[in-house]
């Protein structure tokens, strides 16, 4: 496996002197402008799809197959990577449209591709089994290191897709940048949100129950803090308040002040997990406030609005689901496979939000007005992703799912989580799926490692070799 790695490692060398030896002209931007008033050429078309389809297609993809040790981990994370470095070429070999050398997106190519480059050196580190001497004392920081920085590149490579196309438009300068913070922050974890949901819906009960926790205590104590923070930053403390700020500050504290009492709701008279309407009401009522934010521009109040709308109609569903499609228990059979359309109705509009509030800034709805295109086909394109996205996210836990070996059933159903949370036992656990063990190098065909125990945190490998066969 070393052998095959060699290519790859060379294919990455020639990418990294470009991090610091190509400087993007910007003899035709204007002053006070982020970019300049020409074109996008081709070049730079190619670079944003490459890279899309790189970062945010192949990656994830290679993830999945890692975790189930399929023997197409490896040539698919290998042409994902070569994907990234054809890309990352194009970004600085394009002409037409130009952009200031101090664009967030220029500045954070660099420590991802890095962050990548030691990825595979860790991958090939790790592949190579050295465990004697020195090497047996740090190989389990190399393989802690490779799991962590695994985990991080899809967060880090959302991030930079959403740098990129603020960049290449030239939004979110000056006096837009709070708006454009916030936006893009409360879009993007609406979509987590919704990530993290279908993740417990399909493959995380078991984790759950093992918890001892209901559901609505892990939410409501992330509502609770999050409305901690929005309390003390929506306003900037010694100016003047204005509408905004009331409206961002109350929200944050009827956020903390609902989390609280969704957490102490999650326990039952005798301290057993049981479930409750709070973050279904907290985001009903979040939807109903953002709704009625002052905008400007027709477009904008009319983006805003069917926000608001998805939004509510995500808390109303999933307070109907709670109480009464499963009628406070985890789930609607003792397997776990099994799962009510219903369900999916509030986890796919959290994905939807996620999006119209992040194409609902001043300057977004700004360049759309001036495009022609009215409200409606914008709001259209906005669900159109949402689907996308979801789409993605259920094909990626499906892959899992048949490729996966079955968890052998727990003691789950003995009475110690109560009335509201028997009968229903997964057939996957959570902790299967979750980033840990993500292309895993070391645990190939059922053998243990000399000096790894059961609980140590699996490595992501992006060029690891995966056992040859996969269980179903």
């Given amino acids: 496996m070393a052998s095959s790695s060699l290519p790859l490692f060379l294919l990455v060398l020639p990418a990294i002197p470009m991090a610091s030896a190509h400087d993007h002209s910007s003899t035709h931007i204007e002053d006070g402008e982020a970019i300049s008033v020409d074109p996008i050429d081709a070049t730079l078309w190619v670079h944003i799809f490459v890279q899309m389809f790189a970062w945010g297609v192949i990656f994830p993809l290679g993830m999945v197959l890692g975790i189930v040790k399929s023997r197409w981990h490896v040539p698919v994370q290998v042409a994902g990577t070569a994907l990234a470095i054809l890309g990352y070429a194009l970004g600085h070999m394009h002409g037409g449209r130009e952009f200031r050398h101090n664009n967030v997106h220029s500045k954070f190519a660099s420590p991802i591709s890095l962050l990548l480059f030691a990825q595979i050196l860790m991958g090939i580190y790790l592949k190579l089994h050295l465990e004697k001497g020195i090497n047996g004392k740090i190989r389990r ?77 892990f939410d409501s104590a992330i509502i609770a803090a999050w409305g901690m923070v929005n309390t ?93 499609v499963l009628r406070d228990r985890p789930g609607v059979s003792e397997d776990g496979r099994q799962t009510s359309s219903f369900q999916y109705v509030p986890v796919f509009l959290l994905y939807a939000s996620g999006f119209l509030f992040m194409g609902a800034t001043e300057e977004q709805m700004a360049f759309v007005a001036s495009s022609g295109m009215d409200h409606v086909a914008y709001i259209l394109i906005l669900y159109s992703l949402a689907f996308l996205l979801f789409l993605f996210v259920n094909a990626l836990i499906s892959v899992y799912d048949r490729n996966a070996p079955d968890a052998p059933p727990k003691d789950v159903a003995n009475g110690r989580l109560g009335p509201h949370m028997n009968g229903n036992v997964p057939v996957r656990d959570a902790q ?9 190098e070391d645990e190939e065909d059922g053998v243990r490692r000399p000096g790894e125990d059961d609980d140590g945190l699996n490595s992501l490998s992006t060029v690891g070799k995966n056992s040859e066969g996969i269980a179903h």
């Fill in 232 to 324: 003390f930053t929506e306003h900037r403390w010694g100016t003047a308040w204005v509408k905004n700020d009331w409206q961002h500050t109350t929200m944050g504290i009827v956020w903390w002040a609902a989390g609280l009492t969704g957490v102490w709701l999650s326990k039952d008279r005798d301290g057993r997990p049981q479930r409750n309407f709070i973050p279904g009401f907290v985001i009903l009522i979040t939807g109903w406030a953002m709704s009625a934010h002052p905008q400007e521009l027709m477009i904008s109040a009319e983006t805003h609005k069917m926000f608001g709308y998805t939004l509510m109609a995500a808390g109303l569903t999933r307070m109907i689901e709670v109480s009464f």
């Fill in 141 to 217: 920081f190399v393989k802690m290191g490779h799991g962590i920085v695994g985990k991080a590149l899809p967060v880090l490579a959302w991030t930079q897709m959403l740098f990129g196309g603020i960049t290449v438009l030239g939004f979110c300068q000056g006096d837009h940048l709070g708006q454009c913070l916030a936006h893009f922050i409360m879009g993007s974890a609406f979509i987590a949100y919704g990530i993290l949901l279908t993740l417990l819906l399909l493959v995380g009960q078991l984790w759950l129950r093992r918890t001892g926790r209901s559901q609505e205590f």
């Fill in 432 to 440: 299967e799926f979750e980033l840990e063990g993500l292309m895993s």
